[in-house]
């Protein structure tokens, strides 16, 4: 008897649940307001990132790609700097000698795309590089559309491998896809 009782009320709690919910038609548009809304009122001051964390996770990053990158002797804690206010990131590396510009190229390459990540990491309305179908990746992420980037390459010699200044915005010269031949 208490079973007959027990499945009659959960039949009909069943049949009450489905008259309660509220049908709503599939084509009806509906705004997310965090997720696609302009951000107005943010002007370019309002980025600041901070340089040292950049730096750190540039080198962890570089380490877990399992690219030594033996030809670059410059001092870890200085490879990476920035200037807020400027809107900067500087990149200065010095190589051995007998460093091609091919191996700079893919160093930067690596070295950048950690910099994207990192850049929306520490701020959501940066983009982390994309991943194109083939799994490399496509572009360095949105962090150079705010920030100019400045590369300083040399090897000990003092012979200039790379001497870029790029605007925000401008297109970076090196291949977010790089591949040492």
Sequence with gaps: MLKKISSVFLLLFI???LFACKKTDINETREFP???APYYGVSNEDYNLDFTDMNNYVIEYLNSEFMPFFFVKSNKDGLL????????????CVCTKGTTVNDVDLFLSMLL????FNAAEQDYRFKNPTVGSDGSYTDFGTVFNIYNLKIDAKDED?????DD?????????IDPRYIKE
């Design 34 to 36: 965090f997720e696609t």
């Design 165 to 173: 200044y790029i605007k925000a915005t401008e297109r970076i010269p």
């Design 15 to 17: 049949i009450a649940s």
């Design 81 to 92: 700097s920035g200037d807020n206010e400027k809107k900067l990131i500087t990149v200065t």
């Design 158 to 162: 003092g012979k200039v491998l790379r």
């Design 113 to 116: 795309n950690g910099i994207g």
